[in-house]
């Protein structure tokens, strides 16, 4: 991580905090990696001497992101992305925590690997890394891993990243075991064999396309047996990536019956739908699909109610190789870490959602999911925080991208607000020039 680590005074500045349903101008001191005031009116008087002085002219200043589902290459697919890069990427998008998945070679299934996941952050990334655990040896679906020992380890969560458990008695056994260690699951929640050999959202447009589809079924389906699972077990639970209407009423009965349930949504399934596919756009190809306008829009209210809790990248770097293929060929994926604020900023600017509910599910919500510090300006809290300009316009060039792949969506969009400055355990990680 940068060297400097001088106290700073973050001043002039709209200072959000949704830990606290705080949004005032104000300023934010940071001295010894941790935020002391956050405040009307510090002033130089409450500075300490050799302090750094940035005047925010009135931009936002925030708790950092926290993006709870980025395949990160390392170890691996070094290729694709590793932990150096994804935190160069996570630092320019205003991300100070990236929770990693573990779809890696080898899976995270041992503790061992954990630690050198760990291990090589601390050494090479500039943001921190959090990373998830297998759920099921080598992703195979067949038997659960050490869930204990895992999480002694530092894994904060167990998921077998983009495949689903279709095992009920496994998946049974995995909720009750990670219920006795308070642990969370992590679940990707669309039936493989109802998923079949689909590539985009079932419905006309597919059909148009001549593209085999993927029914809204394969998703809900799964997630409700995972809803009567976590009823049978009292366990943590959390879904993935929910993209439809059908999924969210599920998930509304589940947590009206008080389960302990939360779920995410990609940025990529809140700002785009199947139409922006377009004549056969390979870097909209995601997993799950992007879904019908009327999916989209179910899914923003659903954000904006608080029924979803988390809006995530799911960052998925894919080389040319992969993505410059036939439409059914292609991988799936879309890289996000530097874009899901940006694009989350679209539907604040459109009225759609508050800025504070979208900080809130970027940051606070995965905190409070996950256990983790951060995602609130409280005093004696680390100072990881970001300091966006909300009305910045600017295009979006692939070549700028830190990522190591761009394979974006948003190449060459018109956006409005950008990050400016990201700061990681007191440090600046990143400041737009």
Known sequence: MPSDRRPMLLANARVVD??????????????????????????????????????????????????????????????????????????????????????????????????????????????????????????????????????????????????????????RRAMTYARDFDALIVHHTEDPDLAGEGVMNEGEFAARLGLHGIPKAAESIMLERDMRLVALTDGRYHAASVTCAESLDVLRRAKDAGLSVTASASINHLTLNEIDIGPYRTFFKVAPPLRAEEDRMAIVEALASGLIDVVMSDHNPQDVETKRLPFAEAAPGAIGLETMLTAGLRLVHAGQIDLIQLLRAMSTRPAEILGLPGGTLRPGAPADLVVIDPDLPWVLDPEELKSKCKNTPFDEARMTGRVVRTVVAGRTAYEYA
């Open 18 to 171: 949704p830990s606290r349903d705080l949004d005032f101008p104000g300023d934010v001191l940071i001295a010894d990696g941790v935020i002391r005031e956050a405040k009307r009116g510090i002033g130089a008087a409450g500075v300490p001497q050799g302090a750094e002085i940035v005047d925010c002219k009135g931009r936002i200043v925030a708790p950092g992101l926290i993006d709870m589902r980025a395949f990160v290459g390392e170890p691996g697919a070094e290729h694709r992305e590793t932990l150096a890069t994804a935190s160069l990427a996570a630092a320019a998008g205003g991300v100070t925590t990236i929770v990693c998945q573990p779809d890696t070679n080898p899976v995270i299934d041992d503790h061992a690997i954990v630690d050198f996941i760990l291990r090589r952050a601390r050494d090479t990334a500039i943001v921190h890394v959090a990373p998830m655990a297998a759920l099921t040896k080598g992703l195979e679906g067949r038997e659960m891993t050490e869930i204990g020992l895992l999480k002694s380890a530092g894994a904060v969560a167990f998921t077998d990243g983009a495949r689903s458990v279709t095992n009920a008695q496994v998946m």
